[in-house]
């Protein structure tokens, strides 16, 4: 079963990495404590009760699977910890292994993965936290039940906003948080855990704040830019065809990015130099180019439309007159190049 993690504005995350890890504690391959709200894995966790959290718990596979989680956001800030074993892991295309010991940090805006592609024996916790948020740009709101002192609050946000490393050692307090996590969900009857989960989920925010303070943290403000979110719009655009050839208008994208179309169109043109649909129609050309090149099975009109444009009249005109030669011939052309045992 398919449901969304999130909608957000236009387009729409899908829980669909969720599935293996139902199927396999089904089965009995995998060992899964959760308390959830919404449609995660695990139990339900009473209406109203720490209310942000999304999941929490941990699994225990001690035999390793023929699954993987594959590239996905969450809807919230996601914390996990290797207590044993070995995972692979990837944030943004990047691969970082992950040994016992290992802390790992997502945002909504960063694609991650754990598997490559089958996860390994491992015992992992877990926590997604929803702090409303799903752009760089956005201030965060933590729940009511965090009782950090706003100072200390404050610093942890900005190190979290400020510093993207998805991956750190974990200090053994953190480490000691997770493990009394664990045991609380797992002993957890109809939301008998839930206070005691309140205090160890405090006891981890001020502990990971802790870790931070204890070593050398690098902090970038225009990791929190409205920039860096068009920035990120327009790379996941450009790395989906089929968001690229979805209807936009420039007050859709603004939408998209949480931004106003005047700030969405000063970020981008002083990203690209371009105003955002003229930007728009210019990713399209580049990624209806590759595709004349790769696709010999779609003719004009069916690359022209799988890229988004109208019809295949108007993007062989658009064409020629930015390339010089029409579609045809450029993809003759780019034939040519090609070595001829391909």
């Given at each position: 079963m398919r449901r969304p993690i999130y909608h957000d504005a236009d387009r729409t995350y899908q829980a669909d990495t969720c599935r293996p890890i139902i199927e396999a504690a089904a089965a009995g391959h995998v060992r899964l404590e959760a308390l959830m709200h919404g449609h995660y894995p695990g139990r339900p966790l009473p209406r109203g009760a720490l209310p942000g959290v999304k999941m929490v718990g941990f699994w225990d596979d001690a035999a390793g699977q023929t699954w993987g989680l594959d590239w996905h956001h969450n809807e919230g800030v996601e914390l996990t910890y290797v207590e044993s074993g070995q995972l692979a892991f990837g944030v943004d295309g990047t691969a970082f292994p992950l040994h016992a010991g290992d802390l790992t940090i997502t945002r909504p805006w960063q694609a991650h993965r754990v598997g490559d592609p089958h996860v390994a024996a491992s015992r992992l916790h877990f926590l997604?936290?929803?702090?409303?948020?799903?752009?760089?740009?956005?201030?965060?709101h933590w729940p009511a039940w965090l009782v950090l002192?706003?100072?200390?609050?404050?610093?942890?946000?900005?190190?979290?906003?400020?510093?993207?490393?998805?991956?750190?050692?974990?200090?053994?307090?953190?480490?000691?948080?997770?493990?009394?996590?664990?045991?609380?969900v797992e002993s957890d009857d109809c939301g008998s855990s839930v206070s005691r989960l309140a205090v160890f989920l405090n006891e981890l925010f001020l502990q990971l704040l802790e870790?931070?303070?204890?070593?050398?943290?690098?902090?970038?403000?225009?990791?929190?830019?409205?920039?860096?979110?068009?920035?990120?719009?327009?790379?996941?655009?450009?790395?989906?065809?089929?968001?690229?050839?979805?209807?936009?208008t420039i007050e859709r994208m603004a939408r998209q990015c949480r931004l106003g179309v005047t700030r969405f169109t000063h970020c981008t043109k002083e990203l690209v130099n371009m105003a955002p649909g003229q930007y728009l129609t210019?990713?399209?050309?580049?990624?209806?180019?590759?595709?004349?090149?790769?696709?010999?099975?779609l003719n004009v009109t069916e690359v022209a439309l799988a890229c988004g444009f109208g019809s295949g009249q108007y993007f062989s005109n658009l064409f020629r007159a930015s390339h010089g030669t029409s579609p045809r011939r450029y993809r003759e052309q780019m034939g040519k190049q090609l070595p001829a045992d391909l």
């Amino acid at each position: 079963m398919r449901r969304p993690i999130y909608h957000d504005a236009d387009r729409t995350y899908q829980a669909d990495t969720c599935r293996p890890i139902i199927e396999a504690a089904a089965a009995g391959h995998v060992r899964l404590e959760a308390l959830m709200h919404g449609h995660y894995p695990g139990r339900p966790l009473p209406r109203g009760a720490l209310p942000g959290v999304k999941m929490v718990g941990f699994w225990d596979d001690a035999a390793g699977q023929t699954w993987g989680l594959d590239w996905h956001h969450n809807e919230g800030v996601e914390l996990t910890y290797v207590e044993s074993g070995q995972l692979a892991f990837g944030v943004d295309g990047t691969a970082f292994p992950l040994h016992a010991g290992d802390l790992t940090i997502t945002r909504p805006w960063q694609a991650h993965r754990v598997g490559d592609p089958h996860v390994a024996a491992s015992r992992l916790h877990f926590l997604i936290l929803d702090v409303n948020v799903r752009r760089p740009h956005q201030p965060w709101h933590w729940p009511a039940w965090l009782v950090l002192a706003r100072p200390d609050r404050e610093e942890l946000t900005d190190i979290l906003r400020q510093n993207e490393n998805p991956v750190w050692p974990a200090t053994a307090e953190v480490a000691h948080c997770f493990r009394k996590i664990g045991q609380a969900v797992e002993s957890d009857d109809c939301g008998s855990s839930v206070s005691r989960l309140a205090v160890f989920l405090n006891e981890l925010f001020l502990q990971l704040l802790e870790m931070f303070r204890s070593c050398p943290v690098t902090l970038d403000r225009s990791l929190t830019s409205t920039q860096r979110t068009v920035q990120l719009f327009w790379r996941s655009l450009r790395a989906n065809t089929d968001q690229l050839a979805a209807e936009w208008t420039i007050e859709r994208m603004a939408r998209q990015c949480r931004l106003g179309v005047t700030r969405f169109t000063h970020c981008t043109k002083e990203l690209v130099n371009m105003a955002p649909g003229q930007y728009l129609t210019h990713c399209r050309m580049k990624a209806a180019e590759q595709m004349l090149a790769d696709r010999p099975d779609l003719n004009v009109t069916e690359v022209a439309l799988a890229c988004g444009f109208g019809s295949g009249q108007y993007f062989s005109n658009l064409f020629r007159a930015s390339h010089g030669t029409s579609p045809r011939r450029y993809r003759e052309q780019m034939g040519k190049q090609l070595p001829a045992d391909l």
